[in-house]
Nanobody, 116 residues
Framework: QVQLVESGGGLVQPGGSLRLSCAAS????????MGWYRQAPGKQRELVAN???????TSADSVKGRFTVSRDNAKATATLQMNSLKPEDTAVYYC??????????WGQGTQVTVSS
């Protein structure tokens, strides 16, 4: 049974930082692309950043230079370091695991609120 468990969300002031973690189990972690998505109220879910098996990363323009995605294949974890947070970063953040010809697995989500 595949499980993705996010942690690290919370309330932070504008300009602050948060570190989200995703612990994966039940899958061959190193063969999956790990992604972070977010969904704000009334908006569609959007890709924030992802990281491939070889460490290649992709980030949304809105977070470039502020967010960094990483992975540890030995520990089956993916991390999203978020710096210089803005109110518009407020959303539920989801971890996802995907690979070609396979379904995408999702975590339950973690709330990130940026507010003074």
């Amino acid at each position: 049974q595949v499980q993705l468990v996010e942690s690290g969300g919370g309330l932070v002031q504008p300009g602050g930082s948060l570190r989200l973690s995703c612990a994966a189990s039940g899958l061959s972690f190193s063969t999956y692309i790990m992604g972070w998505y977010r969904q704000a109220p009334g908006k569609q879910r959007e890709l924030v950043a992802n990281i491939k098996y070889d460490g290649t990363t992709t980030s949304a323009d809105s977070v470039k230079g502020r967010f960094t995605v990483s992975r540890d294949n030995a520990k089956a974890t993916a991390t999203l370091q978020m710096n210089s947070l803005k109110p518009e970063d407020t959303a539920v953040y989801y971890c996802a695991a995907t690979r070609p010809l396979s379904r995408t697995y999702w975590g339950q989500g973690t709330q990130v609120t940026v507010s003074s």
